[in-house]
């Protein structure tokens, strides 16, 4: 039997019945003393196919998730208290040169506003890079920021320089979070085929025990019924051609049939 085409899914939903106790696929091969010695194999491959299925995340992911929220959050309360700072004082110094160079600053800061602390973590890395960037060209507004004292020396350009750093931390906790997420798949991926591999090689030696035990049809049905038609059903989605789409009148590429003379 071409076993290798069943789903997953329907591997477990097979071999459930052979599995349970008290049910009569369960009985019928407990009595058949050929069958009896495959059943622990048959339990641990079945046991082996739900355990494949992916998990959750670890214990690291967990801590990512909780140091790049923290991290997040402290980003957010940076961009809007230093872009209050300034607003603040531009308002309180009214149409003069000063408050134009705050201004300035603003969209170098914040050039789409402070929305930018409703996006992703990945986009907060990227602004927070790309605003290192541009305050690399604009040494006007490094200068302002830091004249801008808010707590004894601690200057507004302290801030914007623990923003750079956060949405740096925060772009290396993504790129960790992206390597553990394909670790994951594939450690997944790897599992599942070897619990698909366990399954067919005790399924196959519990249908050939079966066979040496020459149990009469009624019990072959009962026993391998499912399997069978389950096998049947998978052999023709292998083999069914694929269908080519039919040019619809709508398709400018369809060549038209030609027109009965």
């Not at 622990?40 to 790049?68: C, F, N, T, Y």
């Not at 929220?69 to 308002?91: K, S």
Request: include cysteine.
């Amino acid at each position: 039997m071409a076993l290798k085409r069943l789903s997953t899914a329907e591997m477990v939903q097979i071999s459930g019945p052979w599995v349970t106790n008290g049910t009569p696929a369960r009985k019928g091969l407990q009595a058949l003393p050929e069958c009896v010695g495959i059943l622990p194999r048959v339990e641990e491959a079945h046991k082996q196919l739900h355990g494949a299925r992916p998990g959750q995340g670890d214990a690291r992911a967990a801590a990512i998730s909780a140091e790049a929220a923290e991290i997040d959050a402290r980003h957010d309360a940076v961009v809007r208290g230093v872009d209050l700072v300034l607003d603040g004082i531009a308002l309180l110094l009214g149409e003069g040169g000063r408050a134009r160079e705050i201004d300035a600053a603003r969209s170098i800061l914040t050039p789409e506003g402070v929305s930018i602390i409703s996006t992703s973590y990945r986009n907060e890395a990227g602004a927070a890079a790309l605003l290192a960037s541009r305050l690399g060209r604009a040494p006007d507004v490094t200068k302002l920021l830091a004249s801008i004292v808010v707590d004894k020396k601690t200057t507004l350009a302290s801030f914007v320089n623990e923003r750079i750093a956060l949405g740096e931390r925060l772009g290396e906790l993504e790129d960790e979070r992206a390597q553990l997420r394909l670790a994951a798949t594939e450690s997944s991926a790897v599992a599942n085929v070897n619990a698909r591999n366990a399954w067919i090689r005790a399924v196959n030696a519990l249908i050939a025990n079966a066979e040496l035990a020459g149990i009469p049809p009624e019990q072959d049905a009962m026993l391998f019924g499912a399997l069978r038609e389950a096998k049947t059903k998978a052999n023709r989605r292998g083999k069914a051609p694929a269908v080519e789409p039919t040019p619809g009148a709508a398709d400018p590429n369809a060549i038209p049939s030609p027109i009965p003379s």
